[in-house]
């Protein structure tokens, strides 16, 4: 009752908004957020609600979302070949109709095909919280109702699509239990935000060969139980519960996590 109340005073603020305002999508965020623009990441939630879109996980994409590595892997100096995790490249090269997203596949021990539909009715993994969401505003909602509060932060990735070997520079933490909100890969946009417990996120700063930047959203799963036993043996030789795995995170999601810096109150 809590988190759904400060939802609702959330919007009561909106109200008082000068005549006119549009209330929803990058307005509504501008609102929440002035001083922050939106992510690139959520670039897909500006197409209006219905339309569809190509899908957001382009081959030469893959690499960003199928590398997993131990969390003793984040050093500075430590070099890095994006697509480690062949077995999820191979299953989404071999399907001809949308899946998944393909972080998801982390998590699933079958890699059957899911009617978007099916996907966000089916059962979480365990431990983990999940939403769909198909618009900007509907996600601002979901997340400050999440946390109690708009004092949040999201965090994305920012990969070159033709880099595809890096060395660490920097790693920062920004906060454990993260909540998720990535791009299904469909045609239709709907994004799927979800948590789960016993993750740290960090942001890991790489350089190319040729001096390329990237920011790499980064998440450590720190109890991996439920993940896919065929994906992490294959990426690691190690067996579910055993030993912390982390996995880059492309740039079509983002993080969302505490930001004690913000202090902005809804006045009356």
């Avoid at 892997?73 to 999820?88: A, V």
């Avoid at 890991?204 to 139980?225: N, W």
Wanted: proline share 4%; glycine share 6%.
């Amino acid at each position: 009752m809590k988190f759904a109340h400060i939802t609702v005073l959330a919007l009561f603020c909106l109200a008082f908004v000068e005549i006119g305002a549009i209330t929803f999508g990058e307005d509504y965020w501008k609102y929440v957020w002035p001083n922050t623009p939106v992510p690139e990441a959520f670039s897909d939630l500006h197409v209006a609600d219905g339309k569809t879109n190509n899908l957001p996980i382009r081959v030469e994409e893959l690499n960003q979302y199928s590398t997993l590595f131990f969390q003793h892997d984040l050093y500075p100096g430590n070099k890095i070949i994006l697509g480690n995790t062949h077995s999820i490249a191979k299953m989404v090269g071999l399907f001809t109709e949308p899946i998944q997203g393909v972080t998801d596949s982390i998590w699933l021990k079958n890699k059957e095909r899911q009617s978007l539909d099916d996907f966000c009715k089916s059962p979480v993994a365990k431990g983990e919280h999940k939403h769909c969401v198909s618009s900007l505003d509907s996600m601002i909602d979901h997340v400050i109702s999440h946390f109690g509060t708009t004092k949040i932060k999201a965090i994305s990735s920012t990969f070159d699509i033709n880099q595809d070997q890096y060395v660490v520079e920097e790693v920062k933490k920004v906060g454990d239990n993260a909540v998720m909100c990535h791009r299904l890969n469909f045609e239709k946009v709907v994004f799927n935000c979800h948590q789960v417990r016993a993750t740290t996120a960090y942001v890991v700063s790489l350089v190319a060969p040729d001096g390329t930047k990237a920011k790499a959203l980064t998440v450590c799963h720190h109890d991996t139980r439920g993940m896919n036993p065929e994906l992490l043996y294959g990426a690691l030789k190690v067996s579910p519960g055993t030993v912390s795995v982390c996995h880059f995170i492309g740039n079509k999601a983002a993080a969302w996590v505490p930001n004690y810096s913000v202090d902005r109150h809804c006045v009356i």
